[in-house]
């Protein structure tokens, strides 16, 4: 059903006139504004020019250029003598169409006031995910929807994806639901010998490990790595604290994107049977391999050994604000972890739950598939960005994940963000993953947005990077 003309008019074009550059531009990336964030939806029909015209207060020659540049972009159908009609947002797996150069103009209009996010590394838009019936999920809700193991189907549903899509054999009552993986580390961190040991990571690690351990009363200490990942040696080592954890990330490490290989696994995996240390491993990005034809990853180390502790979220396979992690530990662990959840929260979200179990229910290989293709192509589109239009900076296409781990020729790269900022690009500084002070000189960018925002970002970040050069080379050498 058609929205009537006032609510073309304030709604879609209620703040045209705010927005830079000509009259017929502004009322074009308004428009493309509201069919990329959803409001206007496929195939409603745009007013005819000179009813909007006059709803907006233009010339009926604007609105004709307007559409016009619309229709050039693909975001606008005429048809003959039915009208104008909206084609709808891009797919999340669309290339860049022919007229991307009319598309990204429109872009750098609607986003004009808006800061592109490529510091989360999460994706930020649901057109990805695999069809689900929301009513269904709310019909499999029952009873009071607090236990805090979680809901059946949704341990149900985990158990199921580790064991078919990960090489993990789980069993539902070997997982424990949490509010995203965040959860279950500062749960981990606190049921496994409490205030005792350390934990052992490598360095750069995940960025909010410490956040969840605060407060636990554990140290974390940098052990040696090398491209393979943490030494098992330095594990081992770690060992002689009581009580001691092992953080690892062997499929898709958060933010270098490696893959650990099988055989550092079995050494790691030996460690743990040894009884030295309790492994925990990562599992939030282990879904996402970016290789053409990937082999499969090497089993996950808590397929090798039971001292090992899984952890994953549907965080960054389907959508973070969902808030839903699990672990997967066997017992006696599994229950102390159940009585720490509820002693926090009570049970995590059983709506987000449910709608978790039907997405998790509709993944299957094709699926996967197509979403590893349309990330991959994302890595390669921003990797070839960064090469074209800041050749200085270093990166190397990661075997999984989200993000670029990208290596600035700075001493630091903190003051480089927040004039990255000021060009409305928000980008993760390495010193929040850097626990030995080796990687302040790092960045890392997300690639989970469109390809056409992500040539906007490396843009912006090309104009802010000549700014910073230029401040850099202006400053005096500090007397001596």
Same mark, same amino acid.
């Given at each position: 059903m058609d929205q009537d003309l006032s609510w073309w008019s304030e709604v879609v074009f209620g703040r045209w006139r705010d927005r830079p550059g000509p009259a017929y531009q502004r009322l074009a990336a308004a428009l493309l504004d509201a069919v990329n964030h959803g409001v206007i939806r496929a195939e409603a029909r745009v007013p005819a020019e000179r009813t909007l015209a006059a709803a907006v207060g233009v010339s009926r020659g604007t609105v004709v250029a307007c559409f016009e540049q619309l229709v050039a972009a693909g975001v606008l159908r005429r048809r003959q003598g039915s009208g104008t009609f909206v084609v709808g947002r891009r797919s999340w797996a669309a290339r860049p169409a022919a007229s991307s150069a009319v598309t990204l103009m429109l872009l750098r209009m609607a986003a004009d006031r808006e800061s592109i996010d490529l510091s989360v590394s999460a994706p930020s838009a649901l057109r990805h995910l695999p069809p689900v019936d929301p009513a269904a999920a709310w019909a499999a809700l029952d009873g009071h929807g607090l236990d805090p193991a979680g809901l059946p189907q949704l341990r149900a549903e985990? #158990?199921?994806?580790?064991?078919?899509?990960?090489?993990?054999?789980?069993?539902?009552?070997?997982?424990?639901?949490?509010?995203? #993986?965040?959860?279950?580390?500062?749960?981990?961190?606190?049921?496994?010998?409490?205030h005792a040991g350390s934990v052992v990571t490598g360095c750069p690690t995940y960025p909010g490990l410490a956040g969840a351990l605060a407060g636990s009363g554990r140290a974390i200490v940098v052990a040696g790595a090398d491209d393979a990942g943490v030494s098992p040696g330095a594990i081992e080592r770690a060992g002689r604290s009581p009580g001691a954890l092992a953080y690892l990330m062997p499929t898709g490490h958060n933010p270098v994107g490696v893959i650990m290989p099988a055989v550092r696994r079995q050494s790691i995996a030996a460690v743990a049977d040894a009884g030295r240390v309790t492994v925990v491993e990562d599992l939030t990005l282990a879904d996402l391999t970016l290789a053409t034809r990937p082999p499969p990853p090497p089993a996950p180390l808590a397929a090798l050994s039971t001292r090992v502790v899984a952890v994953g979220s549907v965080s960054k396979l389907f959508w973070g604000g969902l808030r839903v992690g699990w672990i997967r530990a066997a017992e006696p662990l599994r229950t102390a972890i159940t009585v720490r959840k509820a002693a926090l929260n009570l049970a995590t979200s059983a709506v987000s739950q449910a709608i978790a179990a039907q997405l998790l229910a509709a993944t299957d290989a094709g699926w996967l598939a197509a979403h590893r293709t349309a990330l991959a192509q994302r890595r390669d589109h921003l990797a070839g960005l960064i090469a074209d239009w800041l050749p200085a900076w270093r990166t190397e296409p990661p075997a999984a994940g989200l993000s670029l781990w990208v290596e600035l020729p700075l001493d630091a790269a903190d003051a480089f963000a927040h004039v990255a900022a000021r060009h409305g690009v928000t980008v993760a500084p390495g010193s929040g993953a850097c626990l030995d002070g080796r990687h302040r000189q790092f960045i890392r960018l997300s690639f989970a947005e469109q390809l056409d925002t992500l040539e906007l970002a490396v843009e912006r970040l090309a104009a802010a990077w000549r700014v910073h050069t230029q401040n850099l080379a202006a400053t005096p050498e500090p007397s001596r």
């Open positions: 985990v #158990a199921r994806h580790l064991t078919e899509h990960q090489q993990l054999p789980t069993e539902a009552d070997q997982v424990v639901i949490t509010a995203g #993986a965040q959860e279950a580390l500062w749960l981990l961190g606190r049921a496994i010998r409490p």
